[in-house]
Every structure is written in structure tokens, then in C-alpha cells.
T-cell receptor, first 111, second 111 residues
């Protein structure tokens, strides 16, 4: 089974609205990262939150981490059409040396 | 000045053939990875090399053989291609817990 699972699988909103994506994971982690993938391109790192952090901001992005619930959320505020992409969470756990990804949330922002 | 570059971008071949995908990174990272992304966008680790040494080898058929001639290169050779090998293959590099840098992927189609 997957380590990271994003919810919802797909999200369609209007420009200017906020988009919230959730991620759940199973094992102990050192950090959790969010990545973005535009169609036909590789993944691009957005933000990293460590296991001892609860919230982190970067521009229009806000990430929360609840290690007791093994979950994280990514909030994109004031969305733009250019935010249309797939968003993945990835966990770096205590034993492995590679990030484990989920299947992503496909975000569509309508202009 | 592409950080992680992989070639070719598209690869269409017939069942039973042998093919290679090349990856190079100019970031000076010690660790390189191959990930496979299936049709449902799920991204799964295949291999990881640290300074030319294989450190992760997930449950991948032994038809797949990674080769790292130096720490800036990690190539993937696939023997006896099967229909189920059709996917997008991503190379990535990283250092410790820092974010990964991905190439733009190689879309492999086996007919």
C-alpha cells in the first residue's frame, strides 16, 4: 500500500478561491515535502516541513503537519490558472533513503 | 543549464526489445534515483545510487539494470521490454534530506 495518499484525487476551483489538499501517511517520518507536477514535466519541490514543525508558509502556500494523525495539508491561497497542476506529498521516513510519494491531487483552476 | 537532464524524452519500442534511458545531473549531488510513474500518476521508487553505490533496489524485475559510471550519471537499461513497462520514468538527484530535483521524464511506450 502507498505511504502517502492525497485527498481529494481531483479538485476544480475558480481563480481566486483557495485550494486545500490533504495527505495521509503510515510510518514515522523525518520530514514531509510537497511537490508540483505540470503536465508532461518533472516534479518541482514546493515546500518541506520537518517532523518537529506544525506549520510552514511560503508565499501563497501554507502547509500543516499533524504527526499524531499522520497527516498534512497544503493550502494554496488566491489560486491562479497557472496553479493548475498535480500536487504530490512525499515522506522521508526514518529508515529509507528515498522519498515515498502518493498518487497526487490534480488541481484545475478555472480562469 | 538544466539541473537534471534525461534522454530520450519519448521512447516507443516493441515488446522484446532492449532500451536505455540516460540521466545526468550537474548539481553535485551524491545521490541519484529512478522513479516510475504509472498511468494513475502514482510515483514509485525503483533504484537509488549514492556516489556510484547501489543503496535502494526495490522490487523491480531484474530486466531493469541501473548503471552509474560516476556520481553525475545514472542510466537505466531495460531488457526484453514488456507491455507493462509502459510508463514515465523519472530520474532525480538529491543530498541528504534536502528536496529532490527531477528530470522531465522519459515516456516509454511498449507496443
Amino acid at each position: 500500500s502507498q505511504q502517502g495518499e492525497e485527498d481529494p484525487q481531483a479538485l476544480s476551483i475558480q481563480e481566486g478561491e483557495n485550494a486545500t489538499m490533504n495527505c495521509s501517511y503510515k510510518t514515522s517520518i523525518n520530514n514531509l515535502q510537497w511537490y508540483r507536477q505540470n503536465s508532461g514535466r518533472g516534479l518541482v519541490h514546493l515546500i518541506l516541513i520537518r517532523s518537529n514543525e506544525r506549520e510552514k508558509h511560503s508565499g501563497r502556500l501554507r502547509v500543516t503537519l499533524d504527526t499524531s494523525k499522520k497527516s498534512s495539508s497544503l493550502l494554496i491561497t488566491a489560486s491562479r490558472a497557472a496553479d493548475t497542476a498535480s500536487y504530490f506529498c512525499a515522506t522521508g521516513d526514518t529508515g529509507r533513503r528515498a522519498l515515498t510519494f502518493g498518487s497526487g491531487t490534480r488541481l484545475q483552476v478555472q480562469p | 543549464d538544466t539541473a537534471v537532464s534525461q534522454t530520450p524524452k519519448y521512447l516507443v519500442t516493441q515488446m522484446g526489445n532492449d532500451k536505455s534511458i540516460k540521466c545526468e545531473q550537474n548539481l553535485g549531488h551524491d545521490t541519484m534515483y529512478w522513479y516510475k510513474q504509472d498511468s494513475k500518476k502514482f510515483l514509485k521508487i525503483m533504484f537509488s545510487y549514492n556516489n556510484k553505490e547501489l543503496i535502494i533496489n526495490e522490487t523491480v524485475p531484474n530486466r531493469f539494470s541501473p548503471k552509474s559510471p560516476d556520481k553525475a550519471h545514472l542510466n537505466l537499461h531495460i531488457n526484453s521490454l514488456e507491455l507493462g513497462d509502459s510508463a514515465v520514468y523519472f530520474c532525480a538527484s538529491g543530498e541528504g534530506d534536502s528536496p529532490l530535483h527531477f528530470g522531465n521524464g522519459t515516456r516509454l511506450t511498449v507496443t
